[in-house]
């Protein structure tokens, strides 16, 4: 929906331009609905072509909406979805920008001085259902935070060695410049494996795993990793020698853990945003079955 107003707008010839007849439909009220999930499906479900899918605006005229007869109500319901996106918009903001902070170090130490094993993830087709779950670039942020809500499966089967452990870390090694770095620790139960672009380590003792995590996390180890990562296919990337290769901030031990427990309590605080960030989310979904009088806009059959 087109919130600006310039004199002389241009768009591509790939985009069809309509307005609403106001007095009996709010644009924002049906850009809520093009949101939901079921205008979605209803897309999927109706477009065609090759290469290049093509949704037709006919078929888009004729789905159907839900229509409340009063504007009143329409406008109460973009207030309540309004606010909602107001909370998403102000734990995302906090969440992106809040600097993860670690003193620099006078001991500099070549990260290879502390592996014990580097591993490639898996190359296998992924899909939406399987035997095992797969970690994938998407499952993690910049800040080391794992989202584990929309997991890839395969039904291959793989080795022993291919199984993550508690403690295994884990490194994003392509993709976009601001991508490549994104770095975690596996800190809860999986059955399952990674993905082909992430590389797994394994630490001697002297490396806190959770400790780098933290620190890839900093302002000057993601520039750090923008700087080394080259273009491969069109996407920067960053190899396994080239990681090892670099020189990182060493603390002893003792010092590690108590970098790690200071900046867990700093994460505790930012997961609180986060579930505010979800329930917020939860908030809308929950506003928009109920305009379609359905447990969840997932698949309102019948609608459209």
Same mark, same amino acid.
């Given at each position: 929906m087109n919130t600006f &107003? %310039? &004199? +002389?707008q241009i768009i591509s010839g790939a985009y069809i331009i309509f307005a609403c007849k106001e007095d009996e439909l709010d644009p924002k009220y049906l850009d #809520? @609905? *093009? /949101? #939901? /999930? !079921? *205008? @979605? +499906? %209803?897309? +999927?479900e109706k477009a065609s072509g090759g290469v290049r899918m093509n949704f037709k605006f006919e078929d888009m005229e004729a789905w159907e909406i839900p229509l409340p007869t009063s504007l009143d109500e329409q406008t109460d319901i973009i207030a309540q979805i309004e606010k909602q996106k107001a909370i998403i918009e102000g734990a995302r903001n906090i969440l992106e920008n809040i600097p993860i902070e670690i003193p620099t170090s006078n001991d500099k130490r070549v990260l290879r001085t502390f592996v014990i094993d580097t591993l490639y993830g898996i190359s296998s087709k992924l899909q939406d259902e399987g035997k095992y779950p797969v970690l994938r670039? =998407? +499952?993690l942020d910049t800040k080391g935070i794992w989202y584990l809500d929309n997991l890839k499966y395969t039904d291959d089967e793989f080795t022993d060695e291919r199984k993550l452990s %508690? !403690?295994?870390f884990i490194f994003n090694r392509t993709n976009s410049v601001d991508l490549v770095g994104k770095s975690s620790v596996i800190d809860f139960d999986f059955n399952g494996t990674w993905a082909g672009y992430l590389i797994r380590l394994k630490f001697n003792g002297e490396l806190n795993p959770f400790y780098l995590k933290y620190l890839f996390a900093t302002d000057r180890y993601r520039a750090l990793f923008k700087s080394i990562a080259k273009p491969a296919g069109g996407?920067? =990337?960053i190899n396994v020698n080239e990681l090892t290769s670099i020189n990182i901030d060493y603390f002893e031990p003792e010092t590690q853990r108590q970098i790690v427990a200071e900046l867990d309590s700093q994460m505790q605080v930012l997961e609180g945003l986060r579930n505010m960030k979800a329930e917020a989310e939860k908030k809308i979904e929950k506003i928009l079955a109920d305009i379609w009088g359905i447990e969840s806009t997932e698949n309102p059959e019948g609608k459209g």
């Open positions: &107003d %310039y &004199d +002389n #809520s @609905l *093009f /949101k #939901s /999930k !079921g *205008f @979605l +499906n %209803y897309v +999927n670039m =998407n +499952n %508690y !403690g295994d996407q920067a =990337n």
